[in-house]
């Protein structure tokens, strides 16, 4: 998927600053796709060259000018038009696999110890996942059907973090027990 395509999902929403959707991004989208604020800001002007988004100069006093995105027309057909075609499975690189993959038996406290730094950040992860999951059960019915779309999205990230946490617990019982 392209980048270009996730600002317009982000735009159909909600029209936003460059800096804006960076912060959304990180909320949102960030946490199963990555973009730095440079990546957001070059694909900002080449939609806006494409016709995909249009945007209006916001004037400020004690800062520079800001623009202001929002989606076009153009932009919403290209949006329902990607949403048409399907997409390939996610393919994995992870440097930690490789890791494992090629360790030798004196490398073993080496992958105990990256083990145990990966379990602390998926851990917080899980936690930070599971902490939107109870802000969605609490919300009323109108907001959990608004979001129904995004909270998928999140339930697929709780999996994915539960299902690493387990797959080390039989690491570490087949090479450390």
Do not use: C
């Not at 604020?37 to 016709?51: F, M, R, T, W």
């Not at 379990?119 to 969605?136: D, G, P, S, V």
């Not at 907001?143 to 999205?153: A, G």
């Amino acid at each position: 998927m392209s980048l270009k395509y996730a600002i317009l999902v982000l735009l159909r929403s909600e029209p936003g600053s460059g800096y804006d959707l960076a912060q959304r991004f990180k909320l949102t989208l960030g946490n199963f796709w990555n973009a730095s604020h440079q990546q957001i800001y070059l694909e900002l002007k080449k939609l806006s060259e494409e016709g995909l988004l249009e945007y209006t100069v916001e004037h400020q006093t004690d800062k520079p000018d800001r623009k202001v995105y929002s989606i076009t027309s153009l932009g919403i057909s290209a949006l329902q038009g990607w949403m048409r075609i399907p997409v390939s499975p996610p393919r994995i690189n992870d440097a930690f696999l490789v890791k494992l993959y090629g360790a030798q038996p004196q490398d073993l406290e080496i992958i105990r110890a990256e083990l145990v730094q990966h379990r602390i950040i998926h851990r917080q992860q899980l936690e930070k996942f599971q902490a939107l999951e109870q802000f969605f059960i609490q919300a009323d019915v109108a907001r959990r059907r608004e979001f129904q779309m995004p909270y998928l999205t999140l339930r697929r990230g709780i999996k994915s973090e539960e299902a690493w946490l387990s797959w080390a617990d039989e690491v570490e019982s087949t090479l450390f027990q």
